[in-house]
T-cell receptor
Framework: EAGVTQSPTHLIKTRGQQATLRCSPISGHTSVYWYQQALGLGLQFLLWYDEGEERNRGNFPPRFSGRQFPNYSSELNVNALELEDSALYLC?????????????FGPGTRLTVT | AQSVSQHNHHVILSEAASLELGCNYSYGGTVNLFWYVQYPGQHLQLLLKYFSGDPLVKGIKGFEAEFIKSKFSFNLRKPSVQWSDTAEYFCAVRPRDAGNMLTFGGGTRLMVKP
């Protein structure tokens, strides 16, 4: 069974640009989560999508946004990039998120903002 | 807001030594608890989980964890570590009524010397 996949592996952008990160969940999983792992800040919850809807959002500014497609894959968009957005962005998926299902993580996208 | 504390940032052990990694959380309600592991060059993997029932849970690779509700703790243990256990370990908490987000501890880097 294929795990959670993310693309690209690495992304280099300039301050002020936009970044788009992609995630494909495990087959059968309808919930997708995004986390940021920044140096010194640890893993922080960003967004949760389930059945195409945003269900929860972490303490991040509105320039972090995303969507979930009908096939349950997801996209994270970061607008007006700032240097401190440099981090590893992890995507996770689970069965429907309304009850206690564990989250499975992908390998991440390393975003570097210069 | 809930928080998770992992007391040891770096642990160095010799093979066959016993391991205990501390994890404490602050949240008054019902929680699900997890330990994830990240081996060098690999993505986060679920080690074990606690949802309800027996507070002593067993995971993969000989790891176990004990949920002590009165102490808000979920410590990870292994009786005899191996060199292959060298990794970073993350404790995570999911309050049942907090929108399915995981709150992670800062992680503990374990190095096992052969």
């Amino acid at each position: 069974e294929a795990g959670v996949t993310q693309s690209p592996t690495h992304l280099i952008k300039t301050r002020g640009q936009q970044a788009t990160l992609r995630c494909s969940p495990i087959s059968g999983h309808t919930s997708v989560y995004w986390y940021q792992q920044a140096l010194g800040l640890g893993l922080q919850f960003l967004l949760w999508y389930d059945e195409g809807e945003e269900r929860n959002r972490g303490n991040f500014p509105p320039r972090f946004s995303g969507r979930q497609f009908p096939n349950y894959s997801s996209e994270l968009n970061v607008n007006a990039l700032e240097l401190e957005d440099s981090a590893l962005y992890l995507c996770a998926s689970s069965l429907t998120g309304t009850s206690g299902y564990e989250q499975y993580f992908g390998p991440g996208t390393r975003l570097t903002v210069t | 807001a809930q928080s998770v504390s992992q007391h040891n940032h770096h642990v160095i052990l010799s093979e066959a030594a016993s391991l205990e990694l501390g994890c404490n959380y602050s949240y008054g309600g019902t929680v699900n608890l997890f330990w994830y592991v990240q081996y060098p060059g690999q993505h986060l993997q679920l080690l074990l989980k606690y949802f309800s029932g027996d507070p002593l849970v067993k995971g993969i690779k000989g790891f176990e964890a004990e949920f002590i509700k009165s102490k808000f703790s979920f410590n990870l243990r292994k009786p005899s570590v191996q060199w292959s256990d060298t990794a970073e370990y993350f404790c995570a908490v999911r309050p049942r009524d907090a929108g399915n987000m995981l709150t992670f501890g800062g992680g503990t880097r374990l190095m096992v010397k052969p």
